[in-house]
C-alpha cells in the first residue's frame, strides 16, 4: 500500500488566511495581558489558568493556522477563563454547556488539524467523500477524549485546589453530551470548510 503523501502547498486545512494573522495576534495579546492582569489582582491558581490560555493560544501561531479557527480557538479558551475567574458561571448556571459545547470542539478541531499538518492523518481531498467522513469521525472522538479529560480536570481542580469548581453527576453528564455535541458540530463544519477551500481555482 502506497504511502499517504503529507500536506503540501497544495493541500489545506485550517489553512492561513491573509489579514487574520493580527487578528489571532490580537487575542494573544489579550491572553498575555490577562497574564499581568491576573497576577496583579488574582490568586496563584488563576495566574496560572491564564498562563495555560496562552500558551494554549501559541499553538496555531506555531502550526500556521490563522483565520477563523485560530481567532475562534483563542477568544473561546479566553472567555472561558476570564468567566470563571469573574464567577459567570455561578451568575448564569446554564453558561457552563455553551463554554464547554464551544470551547472543546474548537480544541478538537484545532487538534485534528494538527494531526494533519504532522502527517498522522491525510491530506485534505475535496472529492473524497470518506476523507470528509473521517474529518468528522476523528474530531468527535478526539472532542470525546477531551470532554473526558475536562471532568478529570474539573474534578480534581474541585477535590485538590477550589472546591467553589462545580462537579457532580448531572454536571458531568451534560458537559460531556455538550463537549461531545460541540465535537460533531466543529467536525463537520472543518470538514464542510476545508473541501469548499479546494475546490477553488
Known amino acids: 500500500m502506497p504511502a499517504t503523501p503529507a500536506p503540501t502547498a497544495g493541500t489545506s486545512l485550517a489553512a492561513p488566511a491573509r489579514g487574520a494573522i493580527l487578528a489571532g495576534d490580537a487575542v494573544r495579546a489579550g491572553a498575555a495581558l490577562s497574564v499581568v492582569v491576573a497576577g496583579a489582582t488574582l490568586d496563584g491558581v488563576g495566574v496560572a489558568l491564564f498562563l495555560l490560555v496562552l500558551g ?3 499553538v496555531p501561531r506555531a502550526l500556521g493556522v490563522t483565520g477563523v479557527l485560530d481567532v475562534g480557538y ?3 479558551l479566553l472567555a472561558s477563563a476570564w468567566a470563571a475567574q469573574l464567577e459567570w458561571y455561578r451568575a448564569v448556571p446554564w453558561l457552563d454547556l ?3 459545547a464551544v470551547c472543546t470542539g474548537l480544541i478538537a478541531a484545532l487538534a485534528t488539524v494538527t494531526l494533519v499538518r504532522v502527517g498522522a492523518l491525510p491530506a485534505p481531498h475535496a472529492d473524497a467523500r470518506p476523507w470528509r467522513t473521517g474529518v468528522v469521525v476523528v474530531t468527535t472522538g478526539l472532542g470525546a477524549v477531551l470532554a473526558i479529560l475536562w471532568e478529570l480536570g474539573e474534578w480534581a481542580g474541585h477535590t485538590f485546589l477550589d472546591d467553589r469548581i462545580g462537579v457532580g453527576y448531572g454536571d458531568t453528564v451534560t458537559d460531556l453530551a455538550t463537549g461531545l455535541l460541540g465535537s460533531v458540530v466543529a467536525g463537520v463544519l ?5 473541501a469548499a477551500r479546494e475546490h477553488r481555482p
Request: aromatic letters at 0%; hydrophobic letters at 45%; zero cysteines.
Open 56 to 58: 494554549g493560544t501559541m
Open 74 to 76: 483563542g477568544a473561546a
Open 98 to 100: 455553551p463554554v464547554h
Open 190 to 194: 472543518l470538514a464542510r470548510g476545508t
